[in-house]
Nanobody
Framework: QVQLVESGGGLVQPGGSLRLSCAAS????????MAWYRQAPGNQRELVAT???????NYADSVKGRFTISRVNANNTVYLQMNSLKPEDTAVYYC???????????????WGQGTQVTVSS
């Protein structure tokens, strides 16, 4: 049974930084490309950043240059360093393996509880 536990969210002022962590149970999970997603109220879940098992990364245009995704396979952990945060980054952040849109929105897809990030003065 795969389990994902996200942490590190909170309230931060614009321009501030946060580091999110995702602990994944099941070592086989870390052989997948992993990703961070976010969902703001009323919006669909969106892909923020991805990292392959080999460490190649990709970012949504809205976070490029501000966010950094990383992983430590030995610890089954994925991180998201978020700098220069903006109010529009406010959302619940989730990690999971990389999912194409059909699976990303399927009701049967497992998600952890997520971690709330609020950027406000």
């Amino acid at each position: 049974q795969v389990q994902l536990v996200e942490s590190g969210g909170g309230l931060v002022q614009p321009g501030g930084s946060l580091r999110l962590s995702c602990a994944a149970s099941g070592s086989i999970f870390m052989t997948y490309a992993m990703a961070w997603y976010r969902q703001a109220p009323g919006n669909q879940r969106e892909l923020v950043a991805t990292i392959t098992s080999g460490g190649s990364t990709n970012y949504a245009d809205s976070v490029k240059g501000r966010f950094t995704i990383s992983r430590v396979n030995a610890n089954n952990t994925v991180y998201l360093q978020m700098n220069s945060l903006k109010p529009e980054d406010t959302a619940v952040y989730y990690c999971n393996k990389y999912l194409r849109p059909p699976d990303r929105y399927a009701r049967t897809t497992y998600w952890g509880q997520g971690t709330q990030v609020t950027v406000s003065s």
